[in-house]
Every structure is written in C-alpha cells, then in structure tokens.
C-alpha cells in the first residue's frame, strides 16, 4: 500500500503480487484496500476487494480464485496548511512580544477546522510601526484533529507599538503654594524605571539642514509644573507645564521616544499627594480638685509650623501620671486640629500627641458632721466625738475619720463641743487624696459627777476653849477643783458635837453630793484637886 497524504478518509491505493500461479502464466490483479483509520500516523490498510484479469502464457482469470484481506502497512502523512498573521498594535512595555491571531488560508480538508495559536515577536522592542513574526505555532481541535495537520512558523505582519504614558507623580509638604520642584516630583516608565525629566525647557539641537544645525528654542524658561491645588485636599495631580523628558539611553526603558506625557488631570497615570506640614505644640495643664480620674484639661498653644499667618485651633486630651493628690506630669493623649483663620486648613497640618505639662491634684474638700457622746464631769473640756463624711467623697470610696474636740465648758449640764482636730485613715479611698476642716459642733450632756463627804469623829479633851472638828475624807473630787467643806461641829464644854457638813453652792453645781457626818467627842478633863499643909502664927 502507498502512503498518502491525510485526506480524512480511509482510501488506500494498494498494489498485489500473486503467488501460486501455475508455470509461467501470469495474470493481473486489481482490488481495494481501507486503512484502518483515516488519522495521519502508521496505519494498516486490508484489501477490500479483489478482481484477476487474463494475463500471459496462457493465464485465464477464471481458472484462478484469489480472496480479499491481505494487509500491509503504510504512512498517512500530515497535510501542510498555510496562514495569515495579523499582529495587535501594543503600548511600549520594554519587550518584543507581540499577540498575534492566525488564519488559516489553505490546506484544510473539507469543511474541518481546527484551532491556531502561537507566538510572534516584534523586530524591535521601540515604539514605532514595526514588523512582528511568528516564533512558534501551535494546532488544537477543532472539528478536525491538529494531528492530521502540521503548520510552519514564520508568518509576518506590521503593527504599531505605540508610546507608553509616563507615570508623573508629585510629594510635597504642604507650604501653602502650588510651586514643585525636581526633586518633589518623579517620572516613571515601564517596570517602575526613573525618566529624567526637566520642569523647564531649555534650547536643544534640533534638526540639520544645508549644512547647519538648528535649534530648537522653547518659548520661555520658567518652571510651569505645578500642582493642580496646594491644599492636602485638592491636590491630586499635577499640572505639567514646561515638563519635558530628557536623556535617557537609546533603546532601552529609559528611551524618552518610548514615551508620552500623560494628561494635566487625575488618572493612574499623573498623580498628586500634599503631605500635612508636622506642627509643634506647647501644652498647659489646668489644676484640678482629686476626682479619682487621671483626666487632665489641657490647653494648646501651637509652637510651630504654621505658614504664613495661618491659626489653627487646637483641642485634645491629656492624662495624669496618677490620679492621687499632688503635684502630676500630665501628657497629652489626643489632639485634634480645626480650621483656623487667615486660611488655616487643619487638613494641612498633622500634630502629634506627646505633649506634657506639670499641675497640682488639689485635695477634695470633704464636709463632716460630728456627734458628741455625753459623759460624767470629769473637770475637763474635753469631749468624744465620733465623725461622719456627709459629701466630698469621690464614687464609693471611704475614709476613716478621727479626731478631738472639746466643750464649751467643763461644768455638768447641757453643753456644746467643737471638733479642734481632724484626722483622714485610708479607708477604700487614700487620705491624701482628701482634706477636711475641723469647727463642727455638737451638743451633749455633762452629767454631775458623784461626790462623796465622810466625816471623822475627833475626840478631844476639854480644855476651855473652843474646839472643831475636821479632817473629813473627799471622795470623787475631779481635776484641781478646790472642795471647801464647812460645817464641822464645834464646841467648848465637854460633850459630842455632830457635824453638819456642807461644800457650798459652786460643788453643788458639778456634783451629786452625799454626805456622812462625824463628830467631834469632847472628854471632860482630869481635875485632881490637892490640898496643901499651912503653918501660920496665932493671931
């Protein structure tokens, strides 16, 4: 069997030798053969029919029978195409790829069709018309099978790589104008390389003719790259101006022929950022009364930064090292910018917090209501009396409460008592953080005290005067009162005498008084009466 190029069917052109003729004779033998798939590749053909003919030296077909169903083997070769290319027009991105779509235009069989792909490269990886072939082809199914077919590389067409658009971007602090400078703006190509760029044309050769070269002169040298908006709201592009590309190495990325300027307005390609101007600040902190927070109120003066003779308005929050009493480092916490005056944007400006300052925790001022017990007359002001914080404390915090206090006088009766000193104990809360004054009054009852007069009985012996008892015992005396007992029994002649005791109306006042009366036992005396012996003369 011949090979064949694929043609989609099984179709094969075969060729017979006969064996077993009888002596010389020859005949001729015609027949057809199927490959067994009509798939390009090695396939077997097997005869379908056969048909002998007369031939030589006597051969008759009909003294011969010969059967179908030989086989052999033979090649489908696959069947060459030819195609078109035509290329996309790209932007510059540095390399030669192009994107091709293939056609075929010759070579399918019948109506099948199959899938082409490949790849193709530009002469030239340059802006500008340039030739793109292809590299490599690739076939996939389609109503056909790829296999059955083969397709050759090397199809040409001519696309345009056109300019890419530069990335202009610009950073600056805010300064209260539009102006930039080179080194606030920057100019990127493909993959991020920095173009150099000039805010400000300058003369240039520019072409050569009859002999000479000619320059090309810009109208005007000013820098005229400028923002679109010189607040940090607003400012989002830049205004290109004189902005031209400069330098750059022939050919490569950094090639200003590759590129175009973008357009003066926001877009991906030209952008703007104004960066809020960093302030400093003073801060003052306000003395307080303890109130259990270390919350600070806090005054801000900006220091510096400001442009011109913008204001801006300053508020913010501050803490306290510690909440407790006493002189506190208080650093602020938050500040917050607003809108001053003269053009003063707060969305310009950026402050920090961090700012300290030093102020006094006042103690809080506690009130207090005193009770005084009573007691017995002990000749002394002083007094007993038990505190009660009535306001001033901060949320649920206490405190102990001790102190002294005296009365208005020492004597029994209903008196009034004033707190002469107050003490604060760590209670939940701490005393330091709290100050209470004393003066609170209170009224209690002196009671009299009790007094006990014990008279003695003194016996004495007649002696022809007068006599008086005394020595009687004082029990319950308090302090240096002075207790002046009269009424001590008194006499001359002998006999008993009983007291009839008394201190007077002052005692009286500051004590329960009792009284035991002694006496006094005057003993008659010894008189011994004695004769005496007289001589005398008769008369």
Do not use: C, H
């Given at each position: 069997?011949?090979?064949?190029?694929?043609?989609?069917?099984?179709?094969?052109?075969?060729?017979?030798t006969?064996?077993?003729?009888?002596?010389?004779?020859?005949?001729?033998?015609?027949?057809?053969?199927?490959?067994?798939?009509?798939?390009?590749?090695?396939?077997?053909?097997?005869?379908?029919?056969?048909?002998?003919?007369?031939?030589?030296?006597?051969g008759?077909?009909?003294?011969?029978?010969?059967?179908?169903?030989?086989?052999?083997?033979?090649?489908?070769?696959?069947?060459?195409?030819?195609?078109?290319m035509?290329?996309a027009?790209?932007?510059?991105?540095?390399?030669?790829?192009?994107?091709?779509?293939?056609?075929?235009?010759?070579?399918?069989?019948?109506?099948?069709?199959?899938?082409?792909?490949?790849?193709?490269?530009?002469?030239?990886?340059?802006?500008?018309?340039?030739?793109?072939?292809?590299?490599t082809?690739?076939?996939?199914?389609?109503?056909?099978?790829?296999?059955?077919?083969?397709?050759?590389?090397?199809?040409?067409d001519?696309?345009?790589?056109?300019?890419?658009?530069a990335?202009?971007?610009?950073?600056?602090?805010?300064?209260?104008?539009?102006?930039?400078?080179?080194?606030?703006?920057?100019?990127?190509?493909?993959?991020?390389?920095?173009l150099?760029?000039?805010?400000?044309?300058?003369?240039?050769?520019?072409?050569?003719s009859?002999g000479?070269?000619?320059?090309?002169?810009?109208?005007?040298f000013a820098?005229?790259?400028?923002?679109?908006?010189?607040?940090?709201?607003?400012a989002?592009?830049?205004s290109?101006?004189?902005?031209?590309?400069?330098?750059?190495?022939?050919?490569?990325?950094?090639?200003?022929?590759?590129?175009?300027?973008?357009?003066?307005?926001?877009?991906?390609?030209?952008?703007?950022?104004?960066?809020p101007?960093?302030?400093?600040?003073?801060?003052?902190?306000?003395?307080?009364?303890?109130?259990?927070?270390?919350?600070?109120?806090?005054?801000?003066?900006v220091?510096?930064?400001?442009?011109?003779?913008?204001?801006?308005?300053?508020?913010?929050?501050?803490?306290?090292?510690?909440?407790?009493?006493?002189?506190?480092?208080?650093?602020?916490?938050?500040?917050?910018?607003?809108?001053?005056?003269?053009?003063?944007?707060?969305?310009?400006?950026?402050?920090?917090?961090?700012?300290?300052?030093t102020?006094?925790?006042?103690?809080?001022?506690?009130?207090?209501?005193?009770?005084?017990?009573?007691?017995?007359?002990?000749?002394?002001?002083?007094?007993?009396?038990?505190?009660?914080?009535?306001?001033?404390?901060?949320?649920?915090?206490?405190l102990?409460?001790?102190?002294?206090?005296?009365?208005?006088?020492?004597?029994?009766?209903?008196?009034?008592?004033?707190?002469?000193?107050?003490?604060?104990?760590?209670?939940?809360?701490l005393?330091?953080?709290?100050?209470?004054?004393?003066?609170?009054?209170?009224?209690?009852?002196?009671?009299?005290?009790?007094?006990?007069?014990t008279?003695v009985?003194?016996?004495?012996?007649?002696?022809?005067?007068?006599?008086?008892?005394?020595?009687?015992?004082?029990t319950?005396?308090?302090?240096?009162?002075?207790?002046?007992?009269?009424?001590?029994?008194?006499g001359s002649?002998?006999?008993?005498?009983?007291?009839?005791?008394?201190?007077?109306?002052s005692?009286?006042?500051?004590?329960?008084?009792?009284?035991?009366?002694?006496s006094?036992?005057?003993?008659?005396?010894?008189?011994?009466?004695?004769?005496?012996?007289?001589?005398?003369?008769?008369?």
């Amino acid at each position: 069997v011949a090979d064949k190029t694929y043609d989609s069917t099984t179709t094969a052109t075969p060729t017979f030798t006969i064996s077993g003729l009888i002596g010389s004779q020859t005949l001729t033998v015609t027949g057809t053969a199927t490959f067994g798939s009509s798939n390009a590749g090695v396939q077997t053909a097997t005869a379908q029919t056969v048909s002998l003919a007369n031939g030589t030296k006597g051969g008759l077909a009909s003294n011969y029978s010969l059967s179908a169903g030989q086989t052999d083997t033979a090649t489908i070769s696959q069947k060459a195409l030819t195609a078109s290319m035509v290329v996309a027009d790209k932007t510059y991105d540095s390399t030669t790829t192009a994107t091709p779509t293939f056609t075929i235009t010759n070579g399918l069989v019948g109506s099948e069709n199959l899938v082409v792909t490949g790849t193709a490269t530009f002469s030239s990886a340059n802006a500008g018309s340039r030739t793109a072939t292809s590299q490599t082809v690739s076939l996939a199914n389609g109503t056909g099978l790829a296999s059955n077919y083969s397709l050759s590389a090397g199809q040409t067409d001519t696309a345009t790589i056109n300019k890419a658009t530069a990335i202009v971007s610009a950073t600056k602090t805010y300064d209260g104008t539009t102006a930039l400078t080179s080194s606030q703006v920057t100019v990127t190509g493909v993959a991020g390389v920095s173009l150099d760029f000039a805010l400000s044309r300058t003369a240039s050769l520019g072409y050569y003719s009859g002999g000479k070269w000619y320059w090309n002169i810009s109208s005007g040298f000013a820098n005229t790259t400028v923002l679109n908006n010189a607040n940090v709201v607003g400012a989002t592009y830049v205004s290109l101006g004189n902005l031209t590309l400069i330098g750059g190495n022939s050919g490569t990325t950094t090639d200003p022929n590759n590129y175009v300027l973008p357009a003066s307005n926001a877009s991906a390609y030209n952008a703007a950022q104004v960066i809020p101007k960093a302030l400093t600040a003073t801060v003052a902190a306000a003395d307080k009364t303890y109130d259990g927070t270390t919350t600070a109120a806090v005054t801000f003066t900006v220091a510096g930064g400001l442009v011109d003779s913008q204001t801006l308005v300053v508020t913010g929050t501050a803490t306290f090292d510690s909440a407790n009493a006493g002189s506190r480092t208080a650093t602020s916490q938050t500040v917050s910018l607003a809108n001053g005056t003269n053009g003063g944007l707060a969305s310009n400006y950026s402050l920090s917090a961090g700012q300290t300052d030093t102020a006094t925790i006042n103690k809080a001022t506690l009130t207090a209501s005193m009770t005084v017990a009573g007691k017995t007359y002990d000749a002394t002001t002083t007094a007993t009396p038990t505190f009660t914080i009535s306001s001033g404390l901060v949320n649920s915090q206490t405190l102990v409460v001790t102190g002294t206090a005296t009365f208005g006088s020492s004597n029994a009766g209903t008196q009034t008592a004033t707190a002469q000193t107050v003490s604060l104990a760590n209670g939940t809360g701490l005393a330091s953080n709290y100050s209470l004054s004393t003066g609170q009054t209170a009224t209690a009852t002196i009671a009299k005290a009790t007094l006990t007069v014990t008279g003695v009985t003194t016996n004495v012996t007649y002696n022809a005067s007068s006599q008086t008892n005394s020595a009687a015992t004082v029990t319950g005396k308090q302090g240096s009162d002075s207790i002046i007992i009269t009424g001590y029994a008194s006499g001359s002649n002998a006999g008993t005498y009983n007291d009839n005791l008394t201190t007077g109306s002052s005692a009286a006042s500051n004590y329960n008084i009792s009284y035991t009366n002694g006496s006094l036992v005057i003993a008659k005396a010894p008189l011994t009466i004695t004769g005496a012996t007289t001589n005398v003369t008769y008369n």
